[in-house]
């Protein structure tokens, strides 16, 4: 009995010394530098809620990339049969992503299908109807294998862009990942300005290069009446009381150049002040504009991004040398985050906001202060509860409770765990719970007392007979933590965290210190001294 | 020896009460049902509705009227303006429905209208969410989902432990399981298939004979519709937040009822026959009596800390803990223990020797 009380002290100890080790260094002010290297380096981190900052959900519309990758398919099916000499007319993708379009004449059914078998491995033929007059229509779609593949990459394309783009936009320690059901979740903490955020991170910047088609009327082409091959866009005009004018332009729906040749966009400053962005080509992209301007001098070539145009300049002369301007009435944080996302690539796929939740820094401050004065003041009305209820045992209780609450706050940061606000309330909400296994104990041990047994003889069994009881009890609660933290998000998964730790802590806490406690009392007093219970 | 607030030899006669309980009990449950078919379901918060919220916090004296009237031209859908927190918070929520506008659009119009018709009194935007119909459907299903796995593991560890049938606990998890798949092919709604999900197992506990669990599981189920009931009673709102408080709720509730159990079981052993089944019941409760009152005493006392000095976000929550911690002591005493009564306890004869072993 007695090696094993000191085995059980000196474990206790140990314990306890790692808990304030890892306790100690998220109160930065005890910390000595002497300290500072010995001890882990982890802090509690505090969730989004107590720390400010922008909690978003983004939702990836894959079905616009399996969309764009069919067009861009349908754009080279036509340019290679037309090479092979077969007469493929008009592809177009169809609402549910699947590329139609007609051969004229039958008897190239064969040659058409061996260059899609050669070729366009990709895709499979879904259906093909005789048409009459000679014709054949196709209906062609994505393998499936190479849809999930498509989509998983539009996926990790579009978390590489956002992880891209913020890291320029400047926040620290954000969090981006994959969710199921084509979702990213975004964290950016203390963050400032979360409407700039949202716009840096919203926008597709899909940049595409598109010829104006002057000879098009435009007013016919706003009732709905277009030349073959044209589309009508919008130019976005921002006027003097900020709104903003939409004028109708009739563009070449042929795309002529696309943003992804863009090296480099920066910010730039014209004559009379006003901020523009330059951007760099690659060489590739740089051959591909010099031969565009050079064969549509004094035509007019309009900058499209997500769908909107910016600017539409006349071409002067050829331009060589790879660069190009983006002008348009920006304000220098407009011109600057545009060049951000220029710069950091387009998203495969728009994104959409599914959910966001922002804090502002001084209400998590709040919440903090009013989650710490109703622990403390709960936990005081508990620890005096406990004395007066039942006397020296009750500060047995007490030391058992605040070695509780150290072990949760050592647990949350040795895990790695984060704090949250329902997690400050899972703390407190312990506190009230964790004095519970003491009390079955206590309760237990006063019942074998009035039986008449010695206190030592009462200890035991009160020990031995709430083990099961306090086990039993602790367990469902922990499923109920567990199934919590399965389901749920954020705030609601610490809470299940800090609950889960302190139920643990509790039972350790009440079944092996505080038992310490009775052995080491018990073993200075005769045997049959009274028991202050 | 300390103070004592039920004297040891306390003998209240819980169980021959048991008639006025279960009377009070289908009282509060069909007051609750009631208010909620009336008021056409439980009030949900935007994580389960959608919509937007957005929490202002004005540097000096607030006045809700001329915020509302300031707030007149924004064109925002079913938009509601109502003081949040303690008085002299001067803070407010705005609420919307609406799915039209976006976030940042809605923060913009109200930022601007605020700051043009109110340009006295400086504000800030304390905290916004929004929550897209896609991702309130979810969580809701979520929530739901959560609520039911808690209810079935415990009753499957409930089972187990109490009466030594995990081979029955298992056959009532599959059969459930298999209940569940059949019932999701006829695709049924969310709410309906835990609903019937919670009959099945119910039903399961019952015709296994797992009485232990069934009491348990009507506990807390009496638990969870009492608190749900009086929340809709109280016109206050579903939200994450709450469910998390639920699955405490349940969490709390089973630890108190298996307290009890466990003394019942206790307390069997060694007695043979059932004549006096009712009167151990009876002393089971009594005997664990002050450790009950106790417990839900401290955690009431700290809950009801965080009720007060908690602040607004967490109000709600604590609230939802307070009636819960009431209601599951109460459903300990008066209808797990009633229940298992009822449907009558297993004579632990074939249990294997833990308890003997616990108590060298």
Redesign the interface.
């Known amino acids: 009995m007695n090696r094993s009380l000191r085995w059980r002290i000196v474990l206790t100890v140990c314990v306890a010394l790692l808990a304030i080790a890892y306790v100690l260094p998220t109160f930065p002010s005890l910390v000595t530098d002497g300290l500072k290297r010995i001890l882990p380096e982890r802090q509690i981190s505090l969730g989004l809620?107590l720390k400010g900052g922008m909690h978003l959900?983004l939702?990836v519309d894959v079905k616009k990339a399996v969309a764009n990758s069919m067009a861009q398919t349908g754009r080279n099916l036509r340019d290679e049969a037309r090479e092979q000499k077969i007469a493929v007319f008009r592809p177009e993708v169809t609402p549910e992503g699947m590329l139609t379009f007609a051969l004229l004449k039958k008897d190239q059914q064969k040659q058409l299908e061996d260059l899609l078998a050669a070729s366009f491995r990709q895709v499979q033929i879904v259906n093909r109807a005789d048409e009459g007059n000679d014709r054949m229509v196709y209906s062609l779609a994505l393998k499936p294998e190479d849809q999930t593949n498509l989509e998983k990459l539009t996926i990790e394309q579009a978390v590489k862009t956002i992880r891209n783009r913020i890291d320029q936009f400047g926040v620290s320690e954000p969090d981006i990942r994959r969710q199921q059901d084509n979702r990213i979740q975004v964290q950016l903490p203390g963050l400032d300005d979360?409407?700039r955020a949202?716009?840096i991170i919203g926008k597709t910047a899909h940049l595409e290069f598109m010829l104006v088609d002057d000879t098009a009327d435009v007013s016919k082409a706003v009732q709905g009446v277009l030349p073959p091959g044209d589309a009508l866009y919008f130019l976005h005009k921002k006027l003097a009381d900020g709104t903003i004018s939409k004028q109708p332009m009739v563009l070449k729906s042929e795309v002529v150049l696309t943003g992804e040749y863009i090296t480099d966009a920066r910010t730039q400053f014209d004559s009379y002040g006003q901020p523009y962005v330059s951007l760099n080509f690659s060489d590739r992209g740089a051959k591909i504009f010099e031969r565009i301007t050079a064969e549509n001098v004094k035509k007019r070539l309009a900058i499209v991004l997500d769908g909107a145009i910016y600017s539409a300049p006349v071409i002067q002369e050829k331009i060589g040398g790879g660069r190009a301007s983006i002008s348009g009435q920006f304000t220098t944080d407009e011109a600057h985050d545009l060049a951000l996302v220029l710069r950091a690539g387009s998203l495969p796929a728009p994104v959409?906001?599914?959910?966001?939740?922002?804090?502002?820094p001084?209400?998590g401050q709040?919440?903090i202060d009013?989650?710490v004065?109703?622990?403390l003041?709960?936990?005081a009305?508990?620890l005096v509860?406990?004395i007066?209820?039942?006397?020296f045992?009750?500060i047995i209780a007490d030391i058992a409770l605040i070695f509780n609450i150290l072990l949760i706050m050592a647990g949350l940061a040795g895990f790695g765990a984060t704090l949250t606000?329902?997690g400050i309330?899972g703390i407190?909400?312990t506190?009230?719970?964790a004095?519970?296994a003491n009390?079955?104990i206590f309760?237990r041990i006063?019942?074998e007392l009035?039986k008449g047994f010695s206190p030592r003889a009462a200890v035991d069994?009160g020990y031995?007979?709430a083990?099961?009881?306090i086990l039993?009890?602790?367990?469902?609660?922990?499923?109920?933590?567990v199934?919590?933290y399965?389901?749920?998000?954020g705030?609601?998964r610490g809470?299940?965290v800090t609950?889960t730790l302190g139920i643990l802590a509790s039972m350790f806490t009440a079944l092996f210190v505080s038992r310490i406690l009775f052995d080491y009392w018990l073993k200075k007093r005769p045997a049959n001294a009274a028991l202050?219970? | 020896m300390g103070l004592r607030i039920i004297p040891p030899d306390t003998n209240i006669n819980f169980i021959g009460v048991r008639k006025y309980a279960y009377a009070f009990s289908i009282i509060l449950i069909l007051v609750g049902l009631i208010s909620l078919v009336v008021k056409g379901g439980p009030r949900l918060g935007i994580d389960f509705a959608g919509g937007t919220i957005i929490q202002i916090e004005f540097d000096k004296g607030l006045d809700i009227d001329r915020v509302k009237s300031a707030l007149n031209d924004v064109p925002l859908s079913g938009l509601t303006i109502q003081r949040f927190g303690q008085d002299d918070e001067n803070t407010v929520l705005l609420r919307t429905s609406t799915e039209e506008a976006n976030p940042e659009q809605i923060r913009a119009m109200v930022s601007e209208a605020l700051a043009s018709n109110m340009a006295d009194t400086p504000f800030t935007v304390q905290r916004l969410e929004m929550v897209g119909p896609k991702v309130g459907a979810d969580l809701r299903g979520k929530a739901l989902e959560a609520l039911f796995y808690a209810v079935l593991l415990i009753a499957i560890y409930i089972s187990g432990r109490f009466e030594q049938r995990w081979m029955t606990s298992a056959i009532m998890a599959g059969g459930l399981a298999g209940t569940i798949y059949v019932l999701q092919l006829m695709s049924l709604p969310t709410t309906y298939l835990i609903v019937a999900a919670m009959l099945i197992t119910l039903a399961l506990c019952w015709y296994l004979k797992l009485n232990y669990a069934l009491g348990a599981v009507v506990a807390l189920t009496h638990d969870v519709i009492v608190t749900v009931g009086i929340f809709s009673l109280l016109n206050k709102e579903f939200d994450l937040t709450i469910i998390a408080a639920l699955l405490t709720i349940v969490g709390y509730s089973l630890n108190d009822t298996i307290i009890v159990f466990d003394r019942i079981r206790e307390n069997l052993r060694g007695k043979s026959g059932k004549s006096s089944l009712s009167r151990l019941v009876n002393k089971s409760i009594n005997e664990t009596l002050s450790r009950t009152i106790l417990t839900s005493g401290t955690t009431l006392m700290v809950v009801f800390c965080l009720f007060l000095f908690g602040g607004g976000v967490i109000h709600d929550f604590a609230f939802a803990l307070l009636v819960g911690i009431f209601v599951g002591t109460y459903s300990s005493i008066y209808v797990a223990s009633p229940i298992l009564l009822g449907f009558g306890p297993t004579l632990p004869d074939s249990e294997p020797e833990d308890r003997e072993r616990a108590a060298v």
Do not use: C, H, W
């Open positions: 809620d959900t939702g979360p409407e949202i716009q959409e906001i599914l959910e966001e939740r922002t804090i502002g001084s209400l709040e919440s009013k989650g004065l109703s622990a003041i709960g936990g009305l508990i509860f406990m007066v209820y039942y006397g045992a009750g606000l329902p309330a407190i909400l506190i009230g719970m004095v519970d009390v079955l309760e006063r019942e009035r069994e031995s007979r083990t099961l009881t039993d009890a602790n367990v469902t609660t922990i499923i109920a933590a199934v919590l399965q389901f749920g998000t705030p609601i809470f299940a609950l202050s219970i």
